[in-house]
């Protein structure tokens, strides 16, 4: 599993009909920082996911990816690797909050 933030989606009108209805979002994972453990920071990467929760621009989801994203009743059917299956509300590391979606 991995945190990421949605940063954009993805709109296909020719694919699989298994797609058909899908909502596809880029989602850019996200890692504690390094130096003083104090947010979380980019990776630069960026990954298509499948939403199975509602998620919308700019959120903080959990993605799982590999066979791990075709094991909720809304994927298992579906040809993806990644999924997101969680809207994140807070991150802490040890006693502190680093992330809190309401700030």
Not at 23 to 36: A, G, H, M, Y
Not at 55 to 60: I, M, R, S
């Amino acid at each position: 599993m991995f945190v990421g933030r949605i940063t954009g989606s993805v709109v296909s009108s020719q694919k699989v009909d298994a797609m058909v209805g899908q909502k596809l979002l880029i989602v850019e994972p996200l890692r504690v920082n390094e130096k003083d453990q104090s947010d979380l920071t980019p990776t630069g990467r960026s990954f298509i996911v499948v939403d199975t929760v509602g998620a919308g621009q700019g959120e903080v989801v959990l993605c799982v990816q590999g066979s791990s994203a075709r094991f909720t009743p809304e994927t298992k059917k579906l040809p993806i690797d990644a999924a997101i299956i969680g809207i994140v509300d807070q991150v802490h590391i040890g006693n502190r909050e680093i992330f809190n979606s309401k700030d």
